[in-house]
């Protein structure tokens, strides 16, 4: 069923013309060449075809490779391969030495394709013919999988088929779904259902849906996905024992067919957990060697194998500190165990001391992760990634962007984002996080280099020639984009349907991080929900109204973690206040906010390049949305929208709870529009959501009265 397929479920287009034009081209399919991308390219145009324009194309393949191109039947098709093989075909063809195209294409000059001799394995190009065939061209066998979904995407949202002159390549090598799944079929910070890989301590059982999620995942580029939580157990440690390595490779197997490489997340202890030795010190040689063999034999089972994922020293897990060695002895080591399969090490940079005294204000967790990965710049091996979270704290709805970013210069990196809802409303609230995304993104600290480009390791030559380093320093980028995965057993996919528009949004943004969040939200709705315009109108107001609603209700001006403790969700102002996790806001009667300048506070806005941390340094320069973020400040501060802070606080949370009606209002406005059971049960989570953010307005604005004293100056109604 449609419905269960999310943005591929290909459902006909209504537009008879549209369909028209559309089958001129598509009624003939030619896939030059052979392999797995091939054969999932093909797989997914045929059904894509089928499913959109009602008709199965013919496919002319085999003919086409005999060389018995039927001249009389000749007409456009779309043709499919390698750029090279295509290449060498059109060259033949163009000069009359083979009849290849089966009628396809003839026509179009060799030299537009000269170009193409430089794409890498993912690049792709989509080119029309002087006859009206469509070319689906990919540098490898990557490339052509993402040239078909590329076309695809064409069809889905209505486009322009004549006159292709698409060249694509992803900004970035790395573009990853990091899945907190556990074995025993339950997802850490999941708000979608259960675990997709993982039933009952057995991986792989529902293996139609993995693939279903391969192919959504390669239609949006992304190359590389953690299946199991960076918090892993006794039963996911086992993973790298011989006899689990069976699962995982099924697994691999299907990701593989898509592009996609399967990285294992790691317990650091597992060579004293799984391997029976008396440590974990990775710079004693038997815990070295252990990872040498279980790796080896890790990339025996799994071609491609992409790596592993650390989480160490962080929330009780255990990593190299324990042995008094610092994180680039612990990555170092494991990226020589990988090394010689061509796996990478994506080494997490979210530590901090979780047991802080919350009476001691000096501790900042904001600083942790700048303080112990700054001193490292440049002393990891090629192989190993750091991933970053977007801000300094956790994922919070509005935090300043990590220093630790545009910090290191020697480095691979890959910015860190959180798809699955955690902080922003679990998917039962509506928050299309694409603008954040592209706040953090296009963040430069003041001196034009912005996170971006820091992620694609861009203008980072000139660090290493400022510091003498030889072009044997340099090295293959393999760093990029990485997010939490929002996506679980449920039949939508995400639970929230609109959520579904995070995960496309954050593999179209890591192919290319210019794109805009409305242009990507828009191409979202079409795929996913149709043509209709006035549709499309009313979901992309209420996507990109969604970030600063929630924001308007639920923590003010950058302060944060006014959650629940543990789930997270919902109001609870006091909630981490008190508890030893780092996670304060310090409200008293005469104001809120935590002083990280570094005159007088914690030290934390000096982290930054010198024009983002003098405008973080005073409340004057600081931006309003982040003030309570950097400053401790009264109540009856002005801010520079000329509010004060405590009436700023009501207003918001008394328009944010409206505006959260309103979304659903609108909604309401398309009911008509809308597959029933889309329309139900959407508004059956924005319902809740308009009334929990009453819940957020009331216990918040109570709460800063009570502490406050100062009364709402218009006089509503706050208890
Ligand atoms: C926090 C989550 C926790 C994760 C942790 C992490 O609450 O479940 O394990 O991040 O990223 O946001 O490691």
Redesign the pocket.
Known sequence: EAYEQAWLGYRRLEDEALRARYAAVCGRLIVVGEGAGLASARLELRRAIKGLLGCEPVDLSAEAEAGVGDEGAAGPAIVVGLADAVRDIWVKSASGAAGMHAGAGAGAGATEMSDIGTFGDEDYAIRSGNDGSVYLLGGGEKGVLYAAFGFIRLLQTGGDIRGLQTVERPAYPLRMIDH?DNADGSV??GYAGGSLFFNDGRLGERMDRIRDYARLTASIGINAVAVN???VHAEETRLLAPERLADVARVADVLREYGIALYLSVNFAAPIELGGLVTADPLDTAVAAWWRDTTDEVCRRIPGFGGYVV?AD??HRPGPFTYGRDHADGANMLADALAPHGGTVIW?C?VYDCKQDWRDRRTDRACAAHDHFMPLDGAFHDNVVLQI?HGPM??QVREPVSPLLLGLRRTQIALEL?VTQ??TGQQRHLCYLLPMWKEVLDFDGGDGRTVADAAGGLKREAGLEARGGGADERREWRGGLAA?ANVGTDLNWTGHLLAQANWYGFGRLAWNPSASAEAIGREWIRMALGLDPTVEETVIRMLMDSHAIYESYTAPLGVGWMVNPNH?YGPNVDGYEYSPWGTYHYADRYGIGVDRSVATGTGYAGQYPAFAAAMYETPQTCPDELLLFFHHVSYDMRLKSGKTVIQHIYDTRFEGAERAAGLLTSWDSIADRLPARVYVEVRERLACQAEHAQEWRDQLNSYFYRKSGIPDARGRTIY
């Open positions: 907190w850490e910070r939580n960076v918090n989480k962080s929330e997490r979210f979270k956790d994922f959180q955690e902080y939490v997270h």
